[in-house]
């Protein structure tokens, strides 16, 4: 279990009654070794917020009620960061939908449950942009929740991840607690799993270059048709605004986190390729799924309250590259 202690006190200490947040609070960031939830910690730290806490999935798996009842009454966090969960790309939730579904219902229930009776003030729940409807307007604000059909190669992570969101909203009507959910667009950045089966597009993308290039290999393979188009945030980028959002958010609809960009996926495998360096010719397999045509988050409401992201494509991929060179273990697969 990960402990940074920063001054001891009282978790009931007086804060000013507009602090959504304090430095004195100790806060538990759930899955702070994943990619988010490591972004996240840091993040916190670096804003002065030192009393944190953390465990691995092999010293406290969320899946099983009765360990996070203890974790809970053992370390009394006044906050939460909700970043564990089962996460996985386009083949790993198309052919694991029931584990997507029920891994992610049974975390988010047995964290929130636990909270609710150990009295955590302050909750932040991640959704993901992927759970919006597969035909949403574009960029899609968040009122398109549950308007449309969903994307079926992750309707079991999807399901999980909007009862979540239901689930912080019901929470805030019954029990008057300012709980909040953030919706954040496709991310990367160190961290992140490059495993060549399993991995997001971008981390995959790179990858699969990073190998041609030391291989010396002429041609690349990438899924889909390239046409697609999606958002990419740099994981810095979505800790930030976690951070400003435990500050300053207090409404129960949750909030787009995005870069308010949007690219086709053609266009990044040549910002990728350029950042590793790779010079050889890219082959589109056309037989694998392209999944949702066009993805953007409308993030005007976490604009206007006056948060940016700060990481470019180009630099964040040029940066990721160089973490994934420093960490070989990355590459699980
Ligand atoms: N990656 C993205 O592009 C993206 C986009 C939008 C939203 N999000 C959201 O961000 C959150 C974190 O995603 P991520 O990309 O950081 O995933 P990640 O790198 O795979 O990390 C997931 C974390 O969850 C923990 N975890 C998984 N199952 C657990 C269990 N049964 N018990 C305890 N801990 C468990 C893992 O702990 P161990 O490492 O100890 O095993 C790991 O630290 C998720 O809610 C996801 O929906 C991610």
């Given at each position: 279990m990960d402990i940074s202690h920063g001054h001891e006190g009282s978790r009931y200490r007086a804060r000013a009654?507009?602090?959504?947040?304090?430095?004195d609070d100790m806060i538990y960031v759930a899955g702070h070794r994943g990619m988010v939830g490591s972004a996240v910690w840091r993040r916190l730290a670096a804003q002065g917020f030192d009393r944190l806490i953390g465990a691995t999935s092999s010293e406290l798996d969320l899946r099983r009620a009765e360990a996070v009842e203890e974790f809970f009454a053992a370390n009394k966090p006044d906050v939460v960061v909700l970043a564990a969960a089962k996460v996985g790309g386009i083949l790993a939730n198309a052919t694991y939908p029931a584990d997507f579904l029920s891994d992610n219902l049974r975390i988010q229930l047995n964290v929130m449950d636990a909270a609710l009776r150990h009295g955590v003030r302050r909750l932040l729940f991640l959704g993901s942009?992927?759970?919006?409807?597969?035909?949403?307007?574009?960029?899609?604000?968040?009122?398109?929740?549950?308007t449309g059909p969903l994307e079926q190669t992750n309707d079991g992570y999807a399901i999980a991840k909007i009862a979540g969101i239901m689930q912080v909203q019901a929470i805030r009507r019954q029990h008057n607690v300012p709980w909040i959910s953030a919706m954040p667009t496709n991310l990367y950045g160190p961290g992140d799993n490059f495993d060549l089966k399993f991995s997001h597009v971008l981390p995959a993308m790179l990858r699969k270059f990073h190998d041609a290039k030391v291989e010396a290999r002429h041609n690349v393979t990438l899924w889909g048709s390239g046409t697609p188009r999606r958002e990419f945030l740099h994981v810095d980028d979505l800790a930030a605004a976690s951070v400003f959002l435990l500050q300053h958010y207090n409404e129960a609809e949750h909030i787009n986190i995005g870069s308010g960009v949007d690219v086709a996926i053609s266009d990044l495998a040549g910002e990728v390729r350029d950042a590793v360096g790779y010079d050889g010719h890219i082959d589109w397999d056309v037989t694998m799924p392209d999944g949702t045509p066009r993805k953007l988050l409308d993030v005007s409401r976490l604009t206007g309250m006056g948060w940016k992201p700060e990481i470019s494509l180009g630099d964040g991929v040029a940066a990721t590259y160089r973490w994934f060179l420093d960490h070989p273990e990355a590459r699980r697969g």
């Amino acid at each position: 279990m990960d402990i940074s202690h920063g001054h001891e006190g009282s978790r009931y200490r007086a804060r000013a009654s507009s602090e959504l947040i304090s430095s004195d609070d100790m806060i538990y960031v759930a899955g702070h070794r994943g990619m988010v939830g490591s972004a996240v910690w840091r993040r916190l730290a670096a804003q002065g917020f030192d009393r944190l806490i953390g465990a691995t999935s092999s010293e406290l798996d969320l899946r099983r009620a009765e360990a996070v009842e203890e974790f809970f009454a053992a370390n009394k966090p006044d906050v939460v960061v909700l970043a564990a969960a089962k996460v996985g790309g386009i083949l790993a939730n198309a052919t694991y939908p029931a584990d997507f579904l029920s891994d992610n219902l049974r975390i988010q229930l047995n964290v929130m449950d636990a909270a609710l009776r150990h009295g955590v003030r302050r909750l932040l729940f991640l959704g993901s942009s992927c759970i919006y409807p597969k035909h949403a307007p574009q960029p899609i604000p968040e009122s398109a929740l549950l308007t449309g059909p969903l994307e079926q190669t992750n309707d079991g992570y999807a399901i999980a991840k909007i009862a979540g969101i239901m689930q912080v909203q019901a929470i805030r009507r019954q029990h008057n607690v300012p709980w909040i959910s953030a919706m954040p667009t496709n991310l990367y950045g160190p961290g992140d799993n490059f495993d060549l089966k399993f991995s997001h597009v971008l981390p995959a993308m790179l990858r699969k270059f990073h190998d041609a290039k030391v291989e010396a290999r002429h041609n690349v393979t990438l899924w889909g048709s390239g046409t697609p188009r999606r958002e990419f945030l740099h994981v810095d980028d979505l800790a930030a605004a976690s951070v400003f959002l435990l500050q300053h958010y207090n409404e129960a609809e949750h909030i787009n986190i995005g870069s308010g960009v949007d690219v086709a996926i053609s266009d990044l495998a040549g910002e990728v390729r350029d950042a590793v360096g790779y010079d050889g010719h890219i082959d589109w397999d056309v037989t694998m799924p392209d999944g949702t045509p066009r993805k953007l988050l409308d993030v005007s409401r976490l604009t206007g309250m006056g948060w940016k992201p700060e990481i470019s494509l180009g630099d964040g991929v040029a940066a990721t590259y160089r973490w994934f060179l420093d960490h070989p273990e990355a590459r699980r697969g």
